[in-house]
């Protein structure tokens, strides 16, 4: 019997407005994308970043992510506040107490994301420094919000090519910062931009108690994150605060404290941590009492149910690149298999991976060309004629278009699209069953790429030019 498809839709179609949901009814990542930004500025990428990073409340069920119409109006809170206008408002308007939760009555999360988020990633003119309702523009400490700071720096963020979709989902990612910084600074001027305050959001941002939260009423982070987010958070503000300096000349220019640097991540694996990794990938369970792979009553080599191995499949083709190129998750995943001006892509021709199309951007990280490791060679042959097989059978059941075929090297299973973000729940599951603890990160991939070299006795500028690090 052939697989009923179902419409993920259904109900955001039967229902389209806002209103016909209740606060708490459930509902998943797709369907509030649908429901309460049909025309944007937000996407379902954008709201499962961030449900990553903490921002936006999700219950996660059967591997489903699931929020609620009040969380979605959280997510936008600095919107969410009393109508009257103030003399501060901006784009990024403030909350009346840090931290707070509550929503005006009578606002859905559309409207509120109408009037902040939509000003936010507008496409048009930026806000007058000549608006009654902002103090964009002024020099003095005492005068000057915050919150205008941080509009102003996400104004001259914007990208400039409006069809750029990785600036702009670059853009995001800021944009989900500056809120995150907005919902603690907000109703602050940058004269109180002081060590202290710096430390309680430290505090605030790590759910760590704190009297001066108590004293001033300000209710816990929704989801608390590490302090080195925090720390990434107040480079933002530093960032914002210094670009503002460049444009308009403050009087006094704040300094913002940062608390102590981690040590960078040194992790990297063995050969045999390696293997036990991608065999996780494939399904089998290592067992870390006995040190070899778990085995059913029968003798046979365990493995996970069918679905969780197909789940995987995309990270077992991430894990082996990684291990053998070298290269960053975000390039990783952004390869395709055919030539292109605007993406890295996998030269199979020639033997070469070009990390940067020619169109790209160059950034700090770089991405030159690189020859493809002989042991990686004849995966990447199999997977191409895997996915041109694929991209036939899409095509044949209406999933693809006429002409479309498979483009990316790390893709969906059931329709061939790229990852809509990074490998995580996969990632951890990964990690349990191959024995592995926390410390092992996507990152170390690319760490043991460099070490293994080291170990072969590759000289180590060759090493470091294949592997494209800076020292």
């Given amino acids: 019997m052939p697989k009923r498809k179902i419409d993920k839709l259904a109900r955001a179609k039967a229902r389209p407005d806002p209103a016909q949901w209740g606060e708490d009814e459930v ?19 954008s709201l499962r970043r961030a449900a990553a990073t903490g921002t936006l409340e999700i219950a996660k069920v059967a591997g489903k992510d699931l929020t609620t119409p009040r969380a979605i109006c959280k997510l936008v809170k600095p919107s969410c506040r009393a109508a009257e206008p103030s003399r501060h408002d901006s784009g990024l308007e403030r909350t009346m107490k840090p931290g707070s939760s509550s929503i005006v009555a009578g606002k859905s999360a559309q409207a509120a994301a109408a009037t902040t988020l939509t000003e936010l990633r507008r496409r048009s003119r930026p806000i007058s420094a000549s608006d009654i309702h902002s103090t964009i523009g002024a020099t003095d400490p005492n005068v000057l919000a915050i919150a205008d700071v941080l509009t102003a720096y996400e104004i001259s963020k914007r990208p400039k090519d409006t069809s750029d979709e990785r600036a702009w989902a670059q853009h995001d990612l800021l944009l989900i910062r500056l809120l995150d910084l907005n919902n603690f600074f907000g109703d602050k001027t940058v004269s109180q931009l002081k060590a202290q305050l710096c430390r309680d959001f430290v505090d605030w941002s790590t759910g760590t108690a704190n009297d001066n939260h108590r004293k001033a009423g300000i209710k816990p982070r929704n989801g608390t994150v590490s302090d080195q987010t925090a720390r990434r958070r107040l480079e933002d503000l530093r960032a914002a605060v210094n670009a503002y300096h460049a444009e308009h000349t403050l009087t006094v220019v704040p300094k ?43 003798g046979e080599l365990a493995r996970r149910e069918r679905w969780i191995i197909r789940r995987r499949y995309p990270a077992a083709r991430f894990c082996l690149i990684g291990i053998y190129s070298a290269r960053r998750e975000e390039t990783i995943r952004r390869t395709q298999w055919l030539p292109t001006t605007t993406h890295p892509w996998m030269n199979l021709d020639a033997m070469v991976y070009q990390g940067k199309g020619t169109l790209e951007q160059s950034t700090k990280k770089r991405r030159p060309p690189a020859k493809i490791a002989s042991r990686l060679r004849p995966h990447l042959i199999r997977w191409r004629r895997i996915d041109q097989a694929r991209s036939a059978e899409l095509r044949a059941s209406g999933v693809m278009r006429d002409g479309e ?67």
């Fill in 405 to 471: 075929q498979i483009r990316f090297v790390v893709n969906r299973l059931h329709d061939g699209q790229p990852l809509a973000g990074k490998i995580r729940s996969a990632w951890n599951g990964i990690l349990e069953d191959a024995g592995l603890g926390d410390d092992v990160v996507r990152h170390s991939l690319r760490h043991t790429a460099a070490t293994w070299l080291m170990q072969a006795g590759v000289d180590m500028w060759e090493a470091a030019g294949w592997a494209r690090h800076d020292r």
């Fill in 27 to 45: 509902m998943t990542l797709v369907e509030a994308a649908a429901v309460f930004f049909p025309l944007g500025p937000l996407t379902i990428s």
């Fill in 256 to 298: 913002v404290t940062l608390p102590p640097k981690a040590e960078g991540r040194h992790r990297w694996l063995t050969r045999n941590e390696a293997a036990r990794l991608l065999g996780a990938t494939i399904g089998y369970v290592w067992d870390t009492e006995q040190e070899t792979w778990k085995r059913s009553e029968d």
